[in-house]
């Protein structure tokens, strides 16, 4: 465990060693520090004198200059000596350079409170005036754009998506719009499940009326970017759609929708690939790829997740939220041919009615092809971690990272620069939002921040420019008086590789 120091400079709150401007500061503050901490007790102390002396004489109606005479008399107070200076202001400096040098390897953390000086927006009955709100239960994800900017997808479940785009890591500088631009004739309904592009550009699936098209946005603004791509018979926020994007440019789209052929009330469902030569998906080539049992998607909660391994191979994850199996699809080529479908996660006995309010898995591949994937088990409600041993997953060990349960949000994962698996999840005994970092066999968790009372629906993470994770979350004071949340953003800054 680790210990941070807060403070605030230029609405940034920081965490830890960062939170100094620089070493000159660094040392101004551990001196000023000291002094004031030497200086406070005398100045209590006279000020209590005067004000007892004060209150004797209006008491005894005495004035305070005859208080004077009943002061016992000595000879003149000895003069300062310079030389216990160097002594007292001695914490100051050790302080100082303790921070300067970090020899225990305490956390570095920069936070911003991203909303904290948001004015409240009045209300528009008009469809083409209203502005996108903010609120606590739509954060989806959050992805790094081009040069250092980042890119947070918000879609509430009765609302459209909007993006809130930070100018640089530290997201002092924000712009908001909606995914689209409202007043268009056809109704676009973006879903929050989302990839980065190459280029930096983001990608977003959007349903009109029940025909799969995708949207590529930068910064703020989104473009139709594809024909359709898929269609369904379902309500299109019922169907599951995962994209992830190929080093050369395509894409590939997980595609989980209900077997037609099961009837009125489908009991399986029909996995697929969409495979897209570019952005623009002119020709999608759809592959089934798998026939499960069927389970529960949704368009807030992300029960299925797709990557691309080596060599463009895609991998796909889905998770039951009714009994918690997880199925992870696998293929030996870049079209599929052979797909491979593995139960790491054994179904619990559950039924329909013990549905968790919140549920989801995220799921990265490590450079070597195998992949990792985070979510809550409905066991007993932990944030836990699935990593596969093979890239077909037929082997894979779980690690338990942390306590949680069905009202918090599912744990974050991402790669860093070095493969390791990065999981951000709730601590929900302490309020602190932790942060695993796993290498081989072992994952150690640190605290990064404090929340004041909930966490919200969910967590993302992405890693910005510099390498660094980056965990966007929110702040959720759920007791009275007065209501409030607030967007973080919260980015560790040392996890330097072991």
């Not at 005894?60 to 000595?74: F, W």
């Not at 939220?321 to 293929?331: A, K, L, R, W």
């Not at 699935?386 to 890239?391: E, G, I, S, V």
């Not at 796993?438 to 390498?467: H, K, W, Y």
């Amino acid at each position: 465990m680790s210990s941070s120091f807060p403070a605030r400079r230029r609405g940034l709150s920081m965490q830890g060693l960062r939170l100094l401007p620089g070493p000159l500061a660094a040392l101004g503050w551990g001196v000023a520090g000291t002094m004031l901490a030497l200086a406070i007790t005398p100045f209590q102390a006279a000020v209590v004198a005067r004000q007892f002396l004060h209150c004797m004489a209006w008491r005894t109606q005495v004035d305070d200059s005859d208080l004077a005479h009943g002061l016992p008399h000595g000879s003149p107070p000895r003069p300062v000596r310079l030389g216990y200076l160097p002594a007292a202001l001695l914490p100051g400096v050790l302080f100082s350079g303790a921070v300067l040098v970090n020899p225990f390897g305490w956390p570095e953390v920069a936070e911003r409170n991203v909303t904290e000086s948001w004015p409240p927006q009045d209300f528009s009955a008009s469809v083409h005036d209203r502005r996108p709100e903010l609120r606590p239960f739509d954060l989806q994800a959050i992805h790094t754009g081009r040069g250092e900017r980042l890119i947070v997808v918000m879609d509430g479940f009765d609302d459209h998506a909007s993006l809130l785009e930070c100018a640089d890591p530290s997201c002092l500088k924000t712009s908001f719009e909606w995914a689209e631009p409202r007043g268009r004739a056809s109704r676009r309904e973006p879903g929050a499940a989302g990839a980065r592009l190459p280029d930096g550009r983001l990608l977003l699936p959007t349903w009109i009326s029940n025909r799969l098209e995708l949207l590529t946005c930068e910064a703020t603004r989104c473009l139709r970017s594809s024909a359709t791509v898929a269609t369904t018979r379902s309500p299109p926020h019922y169907v599951g759609v995962a994209p992830a994007a190929r080093q050369d440019g395509g894409l590939v789209l997980a595609y989980a929708d209900d077997d037609p052929t099961s009837g009125e009330r489908p009991t399986h469902d029909l996995v697929s690939f969409i495979f897209c030569a570019d952005t623009n998906c002119a020709r999608p080539e759809r592959r089934q790829v798998a026939r499960l049992e069927t389970s529960v998607y949704s368009a807030t909660n992300h029960t299925l997740a797709a990557a691309v391994g080596p060599g463009n191979r895609p991998v796909a994850a889905r998770l039951n939220p009714v009994n918690g199996q997880i199925h992870v699809i696998s293929c030996l080529d870049v079209a599929c041919h052979q797909p491979t479908v593995t139960r790491p996660v054994s179904p619990a006995p559950s039924s329909t009615d013990d549905l968790p309010w919140t549920f989801g898995l995220a799921m990265a591949v490590r450079p070597d092809g195998r992949p990792v994937i985070t979510y809550r088990d409905p066991r007993d409600q932990a944030n836990k971690l699935l990593d596969c041993r093979t890239p077909d997953c037929a082997q894979a060990d779980v690690r338990t990272l942390g306590a949680g349960d069905e009202y918090q949000p599912v744990p974050a994962l991402v790669l860093d620069r070095a493969g390791r698996p990065l999981v951000a999840f709730e601590s929900p005994e302490r309020r602190r939002l932790m942060l695993a970092i796993c290498t081989g066999s072992r994952c150690e968790s640190i605290p990064v921040s404090t929340n004041r009372g909930g966490f919200g629906q969910r967590l993302a993470m992405t890693l910005n420019a510099d390498g660094n994770p980056t965990i966007a979350w929110i702040d959720h004071k759920l007791a009275p008086p007065g209501l409030s949340w607030n967007l973080h953003v919260t980015t560790p800054l040392n996890l330097t590789p072991d």
